[in-house]
Structure formats: C-alpha cells, structure tokens
C-alpha cells in the first residue's frame, strides 16, 4: 500500500484545512486507517482514526469536536477535516494504514504498517 497525504498549508488560526490521504495499490475501504502528526522536537501523537471493521471513529481529545475523519470509499481515500485550527495543531501530519490494529492500539503508531509522507500544518496566530 503506497499511501499520499496532501492538502496541507498555511492557515490564520480559526481557519480549516481538509486533508486527503490517497492509496495505490489497495482498497482502503476495510484499512483501519490512522491521522497523526508529529510538531519539530516532539513525539509522533495520535489524531483519529476510522476502523475499517466497525467504521467507528475516534478521535484525540485535543482535536474532539474540532476535526472529522471521512472515508470516501469512491476515491479511496480518507479525509480530514479541520476547523478552527490553533497554533498549537501546527505539525506534519501523516496518514497511516493497517489491515488490523487491536482496538487498544489504534492510538499507537508503531502499530501501523503503511505510512504516507507527510504534509506540513501550519497554524499563524
């Protein structure tokens, strides 16, 4: 699985910005399929994730109410979208794929086993 994540840029915060994360090579519709982002001298942490068992969504605390994940099975891609962006969501963010990953690991990157290149967040205050 090739996966590319595009739609990054520079936004004031309050403003939005929809990510896309396209796949080559399969079909995503039964991928559990993760967001994360990694800020400059910081761990890689955990955004959302869509299950591609259940279709269940989750999301990090910090990006609740504020980001939504979709899945466009036509496109085969996964999307996310981010309203009333705050400086402190600027980061790479990366999309990442795995057939199955245990429901207490979703949040885990290491547990996944396709990743996307990144693309660059950044929120202005």
């Known amino acids: 699985v090739q996966l590319q994540a595009s739609g990054g840029g520079l936004v004031q915060a309050g403003g939005s910005l929809r990510l896309s994360c396209a796949a080559s090579?399969?079909?995503?519709?039964?991928?559990?399929m993760g967001w994360f982002r990694q800020a400059p001298g910081k761990e890689r942490e955990f955004v959302g994730v869509i299950s591609g068992s259940s279709g269940r969504i989750y999301y990090a605390d910090s990006v609740k109410g504020r980001f939504t994940i979709s899945r466009d099975k036509s496109k085969n891609t996964v999307d996310l979208q981010m309203n009333n962006l705050k400086p402190e969501d600027t980061a790479v963010y990366y999309c990442a794929a795995d057939p199955h990953v245990i429901l207490s690991g979703l949040a885990s990157p290491t547990l996944y086993d396709y990743w996307g290149q990144g693309t660059q967040v950044t929120v202005s205050s």
């Open positions: 090579g399969r079909t995503l519709s039964r991928y559990d």
